[in-house]
């Protein structure tokens, strides 16, 4: 952990109309009827599929949670490559009162065949920039933990554990 950056390495470009500059094209795009079958064809590597539940989930998921949930493709140019999803104003622990609304990262799946290439950075910043654009200071994520796990990725990005779990899942925050 002692690898991760600053928390503002994390832009605060735009959402979905967002790109990188170079020669990649990036975006986010919402999940409509001319690309839900693509976004269900994304898979990460059969050794990560115990880390991140698969699309079909997720859209199912942000079905059921409405405007909670920010469901959003990865498009390099045109073609995807990962998925994202988003929340707003969840509290993880509404019978406490100490507890408040958090946002940030519920899902990131890259596609196996796109890993390594800058995608999930680029997602995590979107959603940090769509956080702040609706008014939060705060991004949260949560995680499988373990020495497989995503820990190390969000820890460079400036993401700090809390100490507390979420289910069976690490929490970590980053300060926008």
């Known amino acids: 952990m002692s690898s991760a950056s600053s928390a503002s390495s994390v832009s605060s470009a735009p959402s979905d109309s967002a790109t990188t500059s170079g020669p990649a094209r990036l975006s986010l795009a919402a999940v409509t009827p001319a690309n839900i079958d693509a976004a269900l064809a994304l898979r990460v590597r059969p050794d990560q599929e115990d880390l991140v539940a698969p699309v079909v989930k997720s859209l199912a998921e942000a079905y059921a ?7 959003r493709l990865i498009l390099d140019g ?8 988003a929340f707003f104003d969840i509290r993880f622990n509404p019978e406490r009162p100490d507890d408040h609304p958090r946002s940030g990262l519920w899902r990131l799946l890259i596609d196996a065949d796109a890993q390594r290439g800058g995608y999930g950075r680029f997602a995590v910043e979107q959603v940090c920039a769509e956080i702040r654009r609706r008014g939060g200071t705060r991004a949260t994520v949560t995680y499988v933990p373990g020495p497989d796990g995503p820990e190390g990725f969000y820890a460079r990005l400036g993401f700090r554990p809390t100490g507390e779990l979420s289910r069976d899942q690490a929490v970590a925050e980053l300060d926008l």
């Open 78 to 85: 045109e073609k995807p490559v990962g998925f994202v999803m």
């Open 65 to 71: 949670y409405g405007e909670t949930a920010w469901p």
